[in-house]
Protein backbone atom coordinates (compact mmCIF):
# COMPACT_ATOMS: atom_id res chain seq x y z
CA UNK A 1 0.00 0.00 0.00
CA UNK A 2 1.10 3.58 -0.82
CA UNK A 3 1.08 5.72 2.77
CA UNK A 4 1.53 8.87 0.10
CA UNK A 5 -2.04 8.79 -0.90
CA UNK A 6 -3.65 11.85 -2.13
CA UNK A 7 -7.23 12.82 -2.70
CA UNK A 8 -8.84 11.61 -5.06
CA UNK A 9 -7.72 7.77 -4.68
CA UNK A 10 -9.69 5.61 -2.74
CA UNK A 11 -7.60 5.87 0.14
CA UNK A 12 -7.94 7.78 3.38
CA UNK A 13 -4.37 7.76 5.44
CA UNK A 14 -4.73 8.11 9.24
CA UNK A 15 -1.16 8.83 10.67
CA UNK A 16 -1.60 8.34 14.50
CA UNK A 17 1.38 9.16 17.22
CA UNK A 18 0.10 6.87 19.45
CA UNK A 19 -3.22 4.73 19.61
CA UNK A 20 -5.37 6.74 21.78
CA UNK A 21 -6.57 9.48 19.52
CA UNK A 22 -10.51 9.08 19.30
CA UNK A 23 -10.71 10.09 15.76
CA UNK A 24 -13.52 12.21 14.64
CA UNK A 25 -15.30 10.05 12.38
CA UNK A 26 -18.65 11.11 12.61
CA UNK A 27 -22.48 10.49 11.41
CA UNK A 28 -25.20 13.17 10.42
CA UNK A 29 -28.13 12.78 9.83
CA UNK A 30 -30.03 16.08 9.66
CA UNK A 31 -31.36 16.46 6.25
CA UNK A 32 -32.18 20.11 7.03
CA UNK A 33 -30.96 22.56 9.54
CA UNK A 34 -32.93 23.15 12.61
CA UNK A 35 -34.25 26.41 11.68
CA UNK A 36 -33.05 28.45 14.97
CA UNK A 37 -29.79 27.08 14.53
CA UNK A 38 -27.06 28.63 12.47
CA UNK A 39 -24.26 26.23 11.04
CA UNK A 40 -21.00 26.39 12.45
CA UNK A 41 -18.34 26.41 9.44
CA UNK A 42 -16.95 23.69 11.88
CA UNK A 43 -20.18 21.61 10.84
CA UNK A 44 -20.56 19.37 13.79
CA UNK A 45 -17.52 18.56 15.31
CA UNK A 46 -16.83 18.72 19.10
CA UNK A 47 -14.40 19.02 20.72
CA UNK A 48 -13.13 21.34 17.62
CA UNK A 49 -9.71 19.84 16.60
CA UNK A 50 -6.12 21.95 17.25
CA UNK A 51 -6.40 22.63 12.85
CA UNK A 52 -8.82 21.93 10.53
CA UNK A 53 -9.52 22.60 6.66
CA UNK A 54 -12.98 21.60 5.32
CA UNK A 55 -13.24 21.41 1.40
CA UNK A 56 -15.87 21.73 -0.39
CA UNK A 57 -14.57 18.25 -2.11
CA UNK A 58 -17.19 15.79 -1.12
CA UNK A 59 -16.24 11.59 -1.27
CA UNK A 60 -18.95 8.64 -0.74
CA UNK A 61 -18.42 6.21 2.09
CA UNK A 62 -20.33 2.53 1.60
CA UNK A 63 -20.92 0.48 4.44
CA UNK A 64 -20.67 -3.00 1.87
CA UNK A 65 -16.78 -1.41 0.35
CA UNK A 66 -15.28 0.67 3.31
CA UNK A 67 -12.92 -0.32 5.17
CA UNK A 68 -10.39 0.57 7.75
CA UNK A 69 -7.20 -0.54 7.68
CA UNK A 70 -3.60 -0.62 9.29
CA UNK A 71 -0.75 0.52 6.92
CA UNK A 72 1.50 -1.48 6.12
CA UNK A 73 3.90 0.94 7.85
CA UNK A 74 2.51 1.21 11.21
CA UNK A 75 4.02 -0.06 14.17
CA UNK A 76 0.76 -1.37 14.98
CA UNK A 77 -1.04 -4.47 13.14
CA UNK A 78 -4.28 -6.46 13.91
CA UNK A 79 -2.81 -7.95 16.66
CA UNK A 80 -3.28 -4.39 18.23
CA UNK A 81 -6.40 -5.03 20.55
CA UNK A 82 -6.92 -1.49 21.58
CA UNK A 83 -6.73 -0.85 17.85
CA UNK A 84 -9.26 -3.47 16.50
CA UNK A 85 -11.86 -2.20 19.11
CA UNK A 86 -11.53 1.24 18.09
CA UNK A 87 -12.23 -0.04 14.28
CA UNK A 88 -14.97 -1.32 15.12
CA UNK A 89 -16.64 1.06 17.35
CA UNK A 90 -15.65 3.83 14.70
CA UNK A 91 -17.38 1.80 11.80
CA UNK A 92 -20.31 0.97 13.76
CA UNK A 93 -20.34 5.16 14.80
CA UNK A 94 -20.18 5.42 11.06
CA UNK A 95 -22.79 3.36 9.12
CA UNK A 96 -24.94 2.45 12.40
CA UNK A 97 -25.41 -1.47 12.88
CA UNK A 98 -27.33 -2.43 10.14
CA UNK A 99 -26.02 -5.76 7.94
CA UNK A 100 -28.05 -4.29 4.75
CA UNK A 101 -25.48 -3.59 2.26
CA UNK A 102 -27.83 -2.22 -0.70
CA UNK A 103 -26.76 0.33 -2.68
CA UNK A 104 -27.31 1.80 -6.41
CA UNK A 105 -23.92 3.28 -6.86
CA UNK A 106 -21.51 1.75 -9.13
CA UNK A 107 -18.50 0.51 -7.19
CA UNK A 108 -15.22 1.69 -7.59
CA UNK A 109 -15.91 5.51 -8.57
CA UNK A 110 -13.09 7.96 -8.02
CA UNK A 111 -15.21 10.08 -5.43
CA UNK A 112 -15.67 6.59 -3.50
CA UNK A 113 -13.41 6.35 -0.30
CA UNK A 114 -13.09 2.50 0.46
CA UNK A 115 -10.52 2.13 2.78
CA UNK A 116 -8.91 4.18 5.99
CA UNK A 117 -5.60 3.44 6.62
CA UNK A 118 -4.43 3.98 9.98
CA UNK A 119 -0.27 4.18 10.63
CA UNK A 120 1.14 4.20 13.92
CA UNK A 121 4.39 6.45 13.95
CA UNK A 122 5.38 5.92 17.05
CA UNK A 123 8.04 3.41 17.85
CA UNK A 124 5.79 1.86 21.07
CA UNK A 125 2.27 1.40 19.30
CA UNK A 126 1.08 1.42 23.30
CA UNK A 127 -1.04 -1.33 22.17
CA UNK A 128 -1.64 -3.43 25.32
CA UNK A 129 -0.41 -0.84 27.51
CA UNK A 130 -2.33 1.43 29.73
CA UNK A 131 -2.51 4.71 28.60
CA UNK A 132 -1.02 7.41 30.82
CA UNK A 133 -0.29 11.23 31.54
CA UNK A 134 2.47 11.36 29.13
CA UNK A 135 0.88 9.08 26.08
CA UNK A 136 0.71 10.64 22.37
CA UNK A 137 -2.86 11.48 21.29
CA UNK A 138 -1.50 13.52 19.10
CA UNK A 139 -2.67 12.90 15.64
CA UNK A 140 -3.23 13.87 11.60
CA UNK A 141 -6.26 13.35 10.03
CA UNK A 142 -7.89 13.58 6.52
CA UNK A 143 -11.01 13.84 8.09
CA UNK A 144 -14.14 12.27 6.90
CA UNK A 145 -17.17 15.14 7.71
CA UNK A 146 -20.26 14.12 6.97
CA UNK A 147 -22.02 16.50 5.26
CA UNK A 148 -25.26 13.93 4.21
CA UNK A 149 -26.70 10.53 4.37
CA UNK A 150 -28.30 9.59 1.22
CA UNK A 151 -29.40 5.76 2.74
CA UNK A 152 -28.29 4.23 6.01
CA UNK A 153 -25.25 2.59 4.75
CA UNK A 154 -24.38 5.57 2.54
CA UNK A 155 -22.73 8.91 3.64
CA UNK A 156 -20.61 11.41 1.80
CA UNK A 157 -17.90 13.54 3.56
CA UNK A 158 -16.33 16.30 2.45
CA UNK A 159 -12.46 16.21 2.18
CA UNK A 160 -11.11 17.50 5.17
CA UNK A 161 -7.60 18.04 6.90
CA UNK A 162 -6.81 17.97 10.36
CA UNK A 163 -3.91 18.19 12.59
CA UNK A 164 -4.62 17.68 16.10
CA UNK A 165 -3.63 17.10 19.67
CA UNK A 166 -5.25 18.24 22.90
CA UNK A 167 -4.03 21.58 24.82
CA UNK A 168 -4.02 19.63 28.10
CA UNK A 169 -2.80 15.95 29.07
CA UNK A 170 -5.10 15.54 31.95
CA UNK A 171 -8.89 15.55 31.01
CA UNK A 172 -10.77 14.21 33.48
CA UNK A 173 -14.62 13.36 34.62
CA UNK A 174 -15.21 12.50 39.16
CA UNK A 175 -17.93 10.67 38.93
CA UNK A 176 -19.11 9.21 42.90
CA UNK A 177 -20.14 5.86 43.72
CA UNK A 178 -20.29 5.84 47.46
CA UNK A 179 -23.48 8.77 47.80
CA UNK A 180 -25.85 6.40 45.33
CA UNK A 181 -24.24 2.81 44.09
CA UNK A 182 -23.24 3.63 39.96
CA UNK A 183 -24.62 0.23 38.64
CA UNK A 184 -21.28 -0.80 35.95
CA UNK A 185 -23.42 -0.51 33.11
CA UNK A 186 -23.58 3.16 33.81
CA UNK A 187 -20.18 3.58 34.32
CA UNK A 188 -19.46 1.81 30.90
CA UNK A 189 -22.34 3.75 29.13
CA UNK A 190 -20.82 6.81 30.54
CA UNK A 191 -16.61 5.76 29.83
CA UNK A 192 -18.18 5.84 25.92
CA UNK A 193 -19.68 8.88 26.36
CA UNK A 194 -16.54 9.97 27.61
CA UNK A 195 -13.85 8.71 24.09
CA UNK A 196 -17.15 10.35 22.02
CA UNK A 197 -15.47 13.73 24.12
CA UNK A 198 -11.70 13.30 24.39
CA UNK A 199 -12.02 12.62 27.91
CA UNK A 200 -9.19 10.40 28.71
CA UNK A 201 -9.28 10.07 33.12
CA UNK A 202 -12.52 8.57 34.90
CA UNK A 203 -11.76 9.61 38.27
CA UNK A 204 -13.59 6.97 40.48
CA UNK A 205 -14.56 8.74 43.86
CA UNK A 206 -15.44 5.15 44.91
CA UNK A 207 -15.89 5.35 48.44
CA UNK A 208 -17.12 7.51 51.21
CA UNK A 209 -18.83 8.30 54.21
CA UNK A 210 -22.32 6.57 52.84
CA UNK A 211 -20.94 3.55 51.55
CA UNK A 212 -18.12 1.77 50.39
CA UNK A 213 -18.95 -0.46 47.58
CA UNK A 214 -15.50 -1.35 46.34
CA UNK A 215 -14.87 -5.29 47.50
CA UNK A 216 -11.09 -5.46 48.89
CA UNK A 217 -9.93 -9.07 48.79
CA UNK A 218 -7.26 -8.36 51.71
CA UNK A 219 -10.19 -6.98 53.80
CA UNK A 220 -13.50 -8.42 52.67
CA UNK A 221 -15.37 -6.59 55.45
CA UNK A 222 -14.84 -3.22 54.13
CA UNK A 223 -17.77 -3.69 51.81
CA UNK A 224 -19.38 -6.64 53.60
CA UNK A 225 -20.45 -4.07 55.97
CA UNK A 226 -19.64 -0.91 54.46
CA UNK A 227 -21.65 -1.00 51.46
CA UNK A 228 -25.52 -0.84 51.07
CA UNK A 229 -25.64 -4.07 50.48
CA UNK A 230 -22.92 -6.79 51.11
CA UNK A 231 -23.25 -8.20 47.61
CA UNK A 232 -25.70 -6.13 45.39
CA UNK A 233 -24.41 -3.22 45.98
CA UNK A 234 -20.79 -3.95 45.36
CA UNK A 235 -17.65 -3.74 42.48
CA UNK A 236 -16.35 -7.07 42.75
CA UNK A 237 -12.85 -7.23 41.05
CA UNK A 238 -14.39 -8.56 38.30
CA UNK A 239 -16.42 -5.68 37.75
CA UNK A 240 -13.26 -3.52 38.14
CA UNK A 241 -11.01 -4.99 35.75
CA UNK A 242 -14.16 -4.82 33.66
CA UNK A 243 -14.14 -0.89 33.88
CA UNK A 244 -10.33 -0.73 33.77
CA UNK A 245 -10.08 -2.90 30.55
CA UNK A 246 -13.22 -0.92 29.03
CA UNK A 247 -12.06 2.56 29.19
CA UNK A 248 -8.59 1.03 28.26
CA UNK A 249 -10.06 0.40 25.05
CA UNK A 250 -11.07 3.90 24.70
CA UNK A 251 -7.93 5.81 25.49
CA UNK A 252 -9.17 6.36 29.62
CA UNK A 253 -6.84 6.17 32.32
CA UNK A 254 -9.01 4.48 36.00
CA UNK A 255 -7.61 6.54 38.52
CA UNK A 256 -8.89 5.46 42.26
CA UNK A 257 -10.21 8.04 44.70
CA UNK A 258 -9.50 6.58 48.42
CA UNK A 259 -10.09 9.46 50.63
CA UNK A 260 -8.86 9.22 53.96
CA UNK A 261 -8.72 10.77 56.71
CA UNK A 262 -12.36 12.09 57.00
CA UNK A 263 -15.01 10.90 54.67
CA UNK A 264 -14.72 7.87 56.40
CA UNK A 265 -17.57 6.69 58.00
CA UNK A 266 -18.75 3.57 55.81
CA UNK A 267 -14.81 2.39 56.55
CA UNK A 268 -14.89 2.20 60.13
CA UNK A 269 -18.13 -0.66 59.81
CA UNK A 270 -16.04 -3.51 58.65
CA UNK A 271 -12.35 -2.49 60.16
CA UNK A 272 -12.48 -2.06 64.30
CA UNK A 273 -10.83 0.64 65.70
CA UNK A 274 -9.92 2.63 62.52
CA UNK A 275 -12.01 5.43 63.47
CA UNK A 276 -11.30 8.13 66.23
CA UNK A 277 -13.80 7.59 69.25
CA UNK A 278 -15.41 10.67 69.60
CA UNK A 279 -15.89 11.99 73.40
CA UNK A 280 -18.67 13.54 75.14
CA UNK A 281 -16.59 14.65 78.33
CA UNK A 282 -14.93 11.77 79.58
CA UNK A 283 -17.64 9.07 78.40
CA UNK A 284 -17.21 7.84 74.26
CA UNK A 285 -20.26 9.04 72.58
CA UNK A 286 -20.52 5.99 70.19
CA UNK A 287 -19.72 7.65 67.29
CA UNK A 288 -16.93 7.89 65.02
CA UNK A 289 -15.07 10.74 64.01
CA UNK A 290 -11.97 10.97 60.70
CA UNK A 291 -9.39 7.84 60.72
CA UNK A 292 -7.43 7.43 64.10
CA UNK A 293 -4.21 8.70 63.14
CA UNK A 294 -2.28 7.81 66.37
CA UNK A 295 -2.61 3.83 66.30
CA UNK A 296 0.28 2.22 64.49
CA UNK A 297 -2.54 -0.81 63.84
CA UNK A 298 -4.23 2.35 61.35
CA UNK A 299 -1.03 2.53 59.04
CA UNK A 300 -0.32 -1.41 59.24
CA UNK A 301 -4.17 -1.55 57.89
CA UNK A 302 -3.21 1.36 55.29
CA UNK A 303 -0.10 -0.26 54.23
CA UNK A 304 -2.04 -3.81 53.53
CA UNK A 305 -5.15 -1.67 51.87
CA UNK A 306 -3.46 0.40 49.77
CA UNK A 307 -0.45 -2.25 48.64
CA UNK A 308 -3.66 -4.08 46.95
CA UNK A 309 -5.10 -0.79 45.81
CA UNK A 310 -1.95 -0.69 43.86
CA UNK A 311 -1.82 -4.02 42.29
CA UNK A 312 -5.59 -3.83 41.34
CA UNK A 313 -5.71 -0.16 39.57
CA UNK A 314 -2.63 -0.14 37.49
CA UNK A 315 -2.42 3.09 36.77
CA UNK A 316 0.75 4.91 38.03
CA UNK A 317 -1.19 7.46 40.02
CA UNK A 318 -3.86 6.92 42.98
CA UNK A 319 -5.75 9.61 44.36
CA UNK A 320 -5.45 9.88 48.15
CA UNK A 321 -8.52 12.48 48.40
CA UNK A 322 -7.29 14.59 52.28
CA UNK A 323 -9.94 17.06 52.00
CA UNK A 324 -12.53 18.76 54.20
CA UNK A 325 -11.32 16.95 57.84
CA UNK A 326 -13.48 17.64 60.80
CA UNK A 327 -11.60 18.45 63.75
CA UNK A 328 -14.38 18.40 66.47
CA UNK A 329 -14.37 14.72 66.96
CA UNK A 330 -10.63 14.31 67.63
CA UNK A 331 -10.52 17.67 69.97
CA UNK A 332 -12.69 15.34 71.72
CA UNK A 333 -10.73 12.79 72.29
CA UNK A 334 -8.39 12.33 75.42
CA UNK A 335 -6.41 10.33 73.60
CA UNK A 336 -5.48 12.16 70.78
CA UNK A 337 -5.30 15.04 73.80
CA UNK A 338 -2.25 13.69 74.87
CA UNK A 339 -0.86 12.42 72.00
CA UNK A 340 -1.14 15.86 70.50
CA UNK A 341 0.67 17.65 73.68
CA UNK A 342 3.09 14.49 73.70
CA UNK A 343 4.41 15.50 69.92
CA UNK A 344 4.22 19.40 70.47
CA UNK A 345 1.41 19.97 68.37
CA UNK A 346 -0.18 21.93 70.59
CA UNK A 347 -3.40 22.80 69.45
CA UNK A 348 -3.05 22.77 65.89
CA UNK A 349 -5.39 20.05 64.59
CA UNK A 350 -3.96 20.59 61.24
CA UNK A 351 -0.56 19.50 61.76
CA UNK A 352 -1.80 15.85 63.21
CA UNK A 353 -3.74 15.76 60.03
CA UNK A 354 -0.11 16.54 58.41
CA UNK A 355 1.20 13.65 60.41
CA UNK A 356 -1.25 11.37 58.93
CA UNK A 357 -1.43 12.33 55.41
CA UNK A 358 2.56 12.31 56.22
CA UNK A 359 2.62 9.06 56.60
CA UNK A 360 0.13 7.63 54.28
CA UNK A 361 1.91 9.60 51.66
CA UNK A 362 5.43 7.72 52.85
CA UNK A 363 3.45 4.19 52.61
CA UNK A 364 1.92 4.94 49.31
CA UNK A 365 5.21 5.85 47.83
CA UNK A 366 6.82 3.52 48.67
CA UNK A 367 4.22 1.20 46.30
CA UNK A 368 6.12 3.20 43.60
CA UNK A 369 2.98 4.81 42.46
CA UNK A 370 2.74 8.38 42.09
CA UNK A 371 -0.10 10.50 44.06
CA UNK A 372 -2.86 12.70 43.38
CA UNK A 373 -4.64 14.84 46.77
CA UNK A 374 -6.65 17.15 47.04
CA UNK A 375 -5.90 21.06 47.38
CA UNK A 376 -5.94 21.29 51.58
CA UNK A 377 -3.00 18.94 51.65
CA UNK A 378 -0.86 21.47 49.98
CA UNK A 379 -2.35 24.25 52.02
CA UNK A 380 -1.43 22.26 55.20
CA UNK A 381 2.04 22.37 54.08
CA UNK A 382 2.33 18.42 54.06
CA UNK A 383 5.38 17.27 52.65
CA UNK A 384 4.97 16.26 49.01
CA UNK A 385 7.13 14.01 46.45
CA UNK A 386 7.49 16.72 43.30
CA UNK A 387 5.29 14.39 40.75
CA UNK A 388 2.13 15.20 43.50
CA UNK A 389 -0.73 16.14 41.23
CA UNK A 390 -2.68 18.67 43.26
CA UNK A 391 -6.26 19.07 42.59
CA UNK A 392 -7.77 22.66 43.14
CA UNK A 393 -11.05 22.39 44.08
CA UNK A 394 -11.92 25.34 46.33
CA UNK A 395 -14.54 27.80 44.35
CA UNK A 396 -13.26 30.87 46.25
CA UNK A 397 -9.77 32.60 44.51
CA UNK A 398 -8.98 29.24 42.86
CA UNK A 399 -6.68 31.47 40.55
CA UNK A 400 -4.57 31.98 43.48
CA UNK A 401 -4.68 28.90 44.48
CA UNK A 402 -3.43 27.54 41.20
CA UNK A 403 -0.31 30.66 41.70
CA UNK A 404 0.21 29.14 44.67
CA UNK A 405 0.41 25.37 43.85
CA UNK A 406 2.54 25.88 40.52
CA UNK A 407 4.87 28.41 42.03
CA UNK A 408 5.74 25.67 44.90
CA UNK A 409 6.18 23.43 41.64
CA UNK A 410 3.31 20.90 41.86
CA UNK A 411 1.57 19.86 38.97
CA UNK A 412 -1.77 20.32 39.21
CA UNK A 413 -5.47 20.06 37.97
CA UNK A 414 -8.06 22.53 38.11
CA UNK A 415 -12.03 21.19 38.74
CA UNK A 416 -13.61 24.41 41.31
CA UNK A 417 -15.26 25.85 38.51
CA UNK A 418 -16.43 22.80 37.01
CA UNK A 419 -19.03 20.64 39.75
CA UNK A 420 -21.50 19.71 37.88
CA UNK A 421 -23.77 18.42 40.11
CA UNK A 422 -24.83 22.43 40.74
CA UNK A 423 -27.89 22.69 39.05
CA UNK A 424 -29.45 26.00 37.76
CA UNK A 425 -32.17 27.00 35.27
CA UNK A 426 -30.46 27.79 31.95
CA UNK A 427 -27.61 27.10 30.27
CA UNK A 428 -25.19 26.61 32.64
CA UNK A 429 -22.37 24.99 30.00
CA UNK A 430 -21.88 28.36 28.88
CA UNK A 431 -20.33 29.19 32.12
CA UNK A 432 -18.14 26.35 32.39
CA UNK A 433 -17.15 26.99 28.97
CA UNK A 434 -16.10 30.49 29.22
CA UNK A 435 -13.72 29.11 32.03
CA UNK A 436 -9.79 29.37 31.17
CA UNK A 437 -7.76 27.54 33.13
CA UNK A 438 -4.50 29.29 32.99
CA UNK A 439 -5.96 32.67 33.37
CA UNK A 440 -4.02 33.32 36.65
CA UNK A 441 -0.83 35.12 37.39
CA UNK A 442 2.12 33.16 36.98
CA UNK A 443 5.51 32.57 34.53
CA UNK A 444 5.17 30.65 31.75
CA UNK A 445 7.17 27.42 33.75
CA UNK A 446 3.89 27.76 36.13
CA UNK A 447 1.38 27.88 33.46
CA UNK A 448 2.89 24.34 31.82
CA UNK A 449 2.04 23.24 35.21
CA UNK A 450 -1.12 22.62 34.94
CA UNK A 451 -1.91 19.55 33.22
CA UNK A 452 -5.80 19.57 33.28
CA UNK A 453 -8.57 19.87 34.77
CA UNK A 454 -11.81 18.03 35.72
CA UNK A 455 -15.45 18.35 35.58
CA UNK A 456 -17.12 16.70 39.30
CA UNK A 457 -20.55 15.30 39.52
CA UNK A 458 -20.48 14.22 42.85
CA UNK A 459 -23.27 11.75 43.96
CA UNK A 460 -25.70 13.23 46.47
CA UNK A 461 -28.75 13.96 44.25
CA UNK A 462 -27.71 11.29 41.15
CA UNK A 463 -27.81 7.35 40.65
CA UNK A 464 -28.25 5.64 37.22
CA UNK A 465 -31.77 7.47 36.99
CA UNK A 466 -30.17 10.76 36.33
CA UNK A 467 -26.55 10.77 35.77
CA UNK A 468 -25.89 10.43 32.07
CA UNK A 469 -28.65 13.30 31.31
CA UNK A 470 -27.07 15.28 34.17
CA UNK A 471 -23.80 15.07 32.68
CA UNK A 472 -23.88 15.70 28.89
CA UNK A 473 -23.90 17.38 26.98
CA UNK A 474 -22.71 19.58 30.41
CA UNK A 475 -19.63 17.78 30.62
CA UNK A 476 -18.57 18.68 27.28
CA UNK A 477 -18.34 22.17 27.65
CA UNK A 478 -15.53 21.41 29.44
CA UNK A 479 -14.21 18.30 27.43
CA UNK A 480 -13.77 21.26 24.86
CA UNK A 481 -11.94 23.42 26.69
CA UNK A 482 -9.19 21.59 27.96
CA UNK A 483 -8.56 19.50 24.55
CA UNK A 484 -9.34 22.61 22.09
CA UNK A 485 -7.33 25.98 21.03
CA UNK A 486 -7.40 28.32 23.73
CA UNK A 487 -8.67 30.82 21.26
CA UNK A 488 -11.90 28.67 20.92
CA UNK A 489 -14.28 30.96 22.57
CA UNK A 490 -17.10 31.80 20.53
CA UNK A 491 -20.16 30.65 22.92
CA UNK A 492 -22.15 30.83 19.19
CA UNK A 493 -20.08 28.42 17.20
CA UNK A 494 -20.13 26.76 20.16
CA UNK A 495 -23.46 26.57 20.82
CA UNK A 496 -24.14 25.34 16.93
CA UNK A 497 -21.61 22.92 17.01
CA UNK A 498 -23.04 21.13 20.36
CA UNK A 499 -26.43 21.24 19.50
CA UNK A 500 -25.93 18.87 16.69
CA UNK A 501 -23.24 17.00 18.71
CA UNK A 502 -25.27 16.24 21.63
CA UNK A 503 -28.19 14.81 18.74
CA UNK A 504 -25.12 12.79 17.80
CA UNK A 505 -24.27 11.36 21.57
CA UNK A 506 -28.15 10.58 21.53
CA UNK A 507 -28.10 8.60 18.01
CA UNK A 508 -25.50 6.48 19.47
CA UNK A 509 -27.62 5.39 22.59
CA UNK A 510 -26.52 7.97 25.34
CA UNK A 511 -29.34 10.18 26.95
CA UNK A 512 -27.86 13.04 26.99
CA UNK A 513 -30.56 16.54 27.86
CA UNK A 514 -31.03 19.21 25.00
CA UNK A 515 -29.15 22.59 25.10
CA UNK A 516 -32.47 24.47 24.42
CA UNK A 517 -35.59 24.17 22.55
CA UNK A 518 -35.22 22.19 18.72
CA UNK A 519 -34.99 18.09 17.92
CA UNK A 520 -33.13 15.74 17.16
CA UNK A 521 -33.87 13.91 13.81
CA UNK A 522 -33.19 10.66 15.87
CA UNK A 523 -34.76 11.05 19.65
CA UNK A 524 -33.66 9.16 22.49
CA UNK A 525 -35.68 5.84 22.17
CA UNK A 526 -34.99 4.57 25.41
CA UNK A 527 -33.26 1.34 26.42
C1 LIG B 1 -19.03 20.17 2.31
O1 LIG B 1 -19.20 20.10 0.94
C2 LIG B 1 -20.45 20.59 0.51
C3 LIG B 1 -20.65 20.23 -0.96
O2 LIG B 1 -19.55 20.62 -1.74
C4 LIG B 1 -20.51 22.08 0.78
O3 LIG B 1 -21.76 22.60 0.37
C5 LIG B 1 -20.37 22.28 2.29
O4 LIG B 1 -20.29 23.66 2.59
C6 LIG B 1 -19.10 21.61 2.80
N1 LIG B 1 -19.16 21.62 4.24
C7 LIG B 1 -18.33 22.34 4.99
C8 LIG B 1 -18.54 22.27 6.47
O5 LIG B 1 -17.45 23.05 4.50
C1 LIG C 1 4.16 2.12 67.30
O1 LIG C 1 5.24 2.17 66.39
C2 LIG C 1 6.33 2.93 66.87
C3 LIG C 1 7.35 3.08 65.76
O2 LIG C 1 7.46 1.90 65.04
C4 LIG C 1 6.89 2.25 68.14
O3 LIG C 1 7.95 3.03 68.63
C5 LIG C 1 5.79 2.17 69.18
O4 LIG C 1 6.23 1.45 70.31
C6 LIG C 1 4.56 1.47 68.61
N1 LIG C 1 3.47 1.59 69.56
C7 LIG C 1 2.77 0.53 69.96
C8 LIG C 1 1.68 0.83 70.94
O5 LIG C 1 2.97 -0.58 69.53
C1 LIG D 1 -1.44 31.90 48.53
O1 LIG D 1 -0.26 32.16 49.24
C2 LIG D 1 -0.27 33.39 49.93
C3 LIG D 1 1.12 33.62 50.50
O2 LIG D 1 1.48 32.54 51.30
C4 LIG D 1 -1.36 33.37 51.00
O3 LIG D 1 -1.39 34.59 51.70
C5 LIG D 1 -2.69 33.11 50.32
O4 LIG D 1 -3.71 32.99 51.27
C6 LIG D 1 -2.63 31.84 49.47
N1 LIG D 1 -3.86 31.73 48.69
C7 LIG D 1 -4.71 30.73 48.79
C8 LIG D 1 -5.92 30.76 47.91
O5 LIG D 1 -4.55 29.80 49.57
C1 LIG E 1 -6.41 29.76 16.82
O1 LIG E 1 -5.02 29.89 16.66
C2 LIG E 1 -4.46 29.01 15.69
C3 LIG E 1 -2.97 29.22 15.67
O2 LIG E 1 -2.45 29.17 16.95
C4 LIG E 1 -5.06 29.32 14.33
O3 LIG E 1 -4.56 28.39 13.38
C5 LIG E 1 -6.58 29.17 14.41
O4 LIG E 1 -7.15 29.56 13.20
C6 LIG E 1 -7.14 30.03 15.52
N1 LIG E 1 -8.55 29.69 15.67
C7 LIG E 1 -9.49 30.59 15.92
C8 LIG E 1 -10.87 30.06 16.10
O5 LIG E 1 -9.24 31.78 16.00
Avoid at 21 to 33: A, I, T
Avoid at 86 to 106: D, L, S, W
Avoid at 434 to 444: M, N, Q, R, Y
Wanted: glycine share 8%; aromatic share 14%; net charge negative.
Amino acid sequence: MNPALGWGTTTFLLLLAAVVCHGHVERQEQWEEVPQLGESRFGSLWPLPQNVVISPVAFMLRSSSFQIVHSAESSAGPGCSILQSAFRRYFEYMFGYTKNQGGNTKKGQDSEVTELQVWITSADSECDAYPSVTSDESCEFPEPMNFLIFFTCFLFINKTDVQDFPRFAHRGLLLDSSRHFLPVKVILANLEAMAMNKYNVFHWHIVDDNSFPYESTVFPDLSRKGAYHPYTHIYTPTDVKMVIEFARMRGIRVISEFDTPGHTQSWGKGQMDLLTSCYSGENPTGSFGPVNPILNSTYDFMAKFFKEVSLVFPDTYIHLGGDEVDFTCWKSNPDIQAFMQEHGFDKDFKKLESYYIQKLLDIVGSTKKGYMIWQEVFDNGVKLKPDTVVEVWMGSNYQEELQNVTAAGFSTILSAPWYLDYISYGQDWQRYYKVEPLAFKGTDAQKKLVIGGEACLWGEYVDATNLTPRLWPRASAVAERLWSNQNVTDVGDAYNRLTQHRCRMVARGIPAEPLFVGYCDQEYKGL
